[in-house]
């Protein structure tokens, strides 16, 4: 056996007697857990590529066939709506975008998903908001069951294809929009870039928010999937037919302990990115946080100015975010990286029992600070009519 030794990881391969691919195993020594973490992802997916599979040293050979996980999922239908919700699509610019309705109150809730879910995610919270509002869960442009792709993934062309389908192929002209993980960046660029057509926002579950803020490079030390998942092409080939693995360990390690996503949720996002171009298009969302840092950062000279809400996890993901345990901090860290771009009101509001999937994890809270907030916006907006 020969060992390789480099950046404090220690390699070690044999050559089968068969002529087969080289064994390869790997032992963190001083790499922080991301960097650990991305190495046997790595490892795990290549694996799958291999006709003959990785196996311990001395151990036989067994020749089993490399599984696509893929097979199943394409072939399962999409999972229902919640009770009083229908499916429906419209063309937006090429795109048919679809998204999930239900509810008829005179006030407007868009909620937009994150990565790697689609509009399901919002599946737990949507009946209690539409007690009382008209809620709209959308799938992002070329994501979930949504076909064709926008020119580019920056959040401001993707808020666009938003806006071109709740404000002129919905008519909705005023909105509250809520967004989780990635949706909320998307939300935050239509509250920005559509002014008028935004009365609230909400975001939750997105401490990265590119702009003056955010410190990118410490998030990518922390978060080794940022790096990963913008580096072109590489991630496609290493992660088709395996999306279950991949996107289950997002979905197994973000969690509060004793919480979990439910299987057939899990089955509902792998349909969606077992179709290669969700897949690219997933990952073209973190090749386009340079663009977003750089329209974010031109609102520091024209800062938005409706009311913002703010929900976060309560429970340290440790294998994912490096919170501060202080709670009181924790909010504090989190104005520090959205004050630079917004003028008005900011709430922010810690999910009790929470991970990084809030609205899956807790959605009754979820959706009673949404309800609050909406109904406070709206209060205050009509004190201020003359």
């Not at 044999?14 to 020594?29: R, Y």
């Not at 001083?30 to 046997?40: E, I, K, N, P, Q």
């Not at 992002?140 to 959040?155: E, F, N, Q, R, V």
């Not at 809400?309 to 709670?327: E, F, G, H, I, V």
Request: with cysteine.
């Amino acid at each position: 056996m020969k060992k390789i030794a480099r950046d404090g990881a220690r390699l070690a391969y044999e050559k089968t007697g068969s002529g087969g691919p080289p064994l390869l195993f790997a032992h963190a020594h001083g790499l922080s857990c991301g960097y650990a973490m991305l190495g046997v992802a790595l490892l795990l997916m290549a694996s799958a590529c291999q006709p003959t599979p990785v196996r311990a040293v001395g151990e036989a050979v067994v020749a089993n066939p490399v599984v696509d996980e893929c097979a199943g999922p394409l072939h399962t239908p999409p999972a229902p709506p919640p009770a009083g919700f229908t499916h429906r699509t419209a063309d937006v610019n090429g795109v048919n975008m679809h998204y999930v309705v239900g509810g008829d109150g005179p006030d407007v809730i868009v909620l937009l998903h994150g990565w790697p879910e689609n509009w399901y995610e919002w599946r737990l919270v949507m009946p209690s908001l539409a007690r009382q509002f008209t809620v709209l869960a959308i799938d992002l442009p070329g994501l979930g069951d949504s076909h064709g792709s926008p020119p580019s993934y920056d959040a401001k062309t993707v808020a666009g294809f938003v806006h071109g389908l709740v404000a002129d192929a919905l008519g909705y002209q005023h909105v509250h929009v809520v967004g989780h993980d990635w949706g909320a960046g998307v939300a935050f660029a239509y509250a920005a870039f559509h002014r008028e057509a935004a009365s609230s926002l909400a975001m939750m579950g997105f401490p990265i928010l590119p702009g003056p803020g955010t410190d990118e490079q410490a998030f990518r030390g922390q978060l080794w999937w940022l790096g990963f998942q913008a580096v072109p092409q590489l991630p496609e080939q290493l992660v088709a037919g395996r999306q279950r693995t991949y996107l289950s360990w997002f979905f197994e390690h973000a969690l509060a302990q004793g919480n979990r996503i439910d299987p057939a949720a899990v089955t509902e996002y792998v349909r969606t990115y077992c179709s290669p171009s969700v897949l690219h298009n997933g990952f073209e969302l973190y090749r386009s946080i340079p663009a977003d840092a750089s329209d974010n950062a031109s609102l520091t000279a024209n800062k938005l100015t409706l009311p913002v809400l703010y929900m976060d996890q309560t429970a340290r993901s440790s294998r994912l975010t490096a919170q501060p345990r202080d709670p009181e901090a924790q909010k504090a860290q989190l104005l520090a990286r959205i004050q630079p771009m917004v003028a008005g009101p900011i709430s922010v509001q810690l999910v009790p029992d929470s991970g990084h999937w809030v609205p899956e994890e807790n959605p009754d809270f979820v959706s009673s600070q949404l309800t609050a907030f909406v109904d406070t916006v709206k209060r205050q907006a009509s004190r201020s009519k003359p």
